[in-house]
Nanobody, 130 residues
């Protein structure tokens, strides 16, 4: 069975940092793009950051560029999202998701697949207080 286990959410003050982890099982890590999406209260789900499991190439939403860094560890089958300089508007449930990698599709386009990813994990709540 495919599983995406997300962890690392919590409550932090504005300007603080958190690191989210997503551990994958049940599929070949290198064959997939894995990423983070978030859903704030009353808002549509949006793509945050995605990374190719094979070579680490990644793409980030403009709203988090320069503050969030996505990385992966193939040996641990884990994708990380380091979130620095957090803002209250980053408050959301963060979901880890995966889709089989297709080199013909730009990673930036996958950020738009808020409902089209192949696998989804349960979310982890990030709350940023002002």
């Amino acid at each position: 069975d495919v599983q995406l286990q997300a962890s690392g959410g919590g409550v932090v003050q504005a300007g603080g940092s958190l690191r989210l982890s997503c551990t994958a099982s049940g599929f070949t890590f290198d064959d997939y793009v894995i990423g983070w999406f978030r859903e704030a209260p009353g808002a549509e789900r949006e793509g945050v950051s995605v990374i190719s499991g094979s070579d680490g190439v990644n793409s980030n939403a403009e709203s988090v560029e320069g503050r969030f860094t996505i990385s992966s560890d193939g040996a641990k089958r884990t994708v990380y999202l380091q979130m620095n300089n957090l803002k209250p508007e980053d408050t959301a449930v963060y979901y880890c998701a995966a889709v089989r990698w297709n080199p013909a599709i730009p990673l930036a386009m996958i950020l738009l697949w808020t409902r089209g990813m192949e696998y989804w994990g349960k979310g982890t709540l990030v709350t940023v207080s002002s």
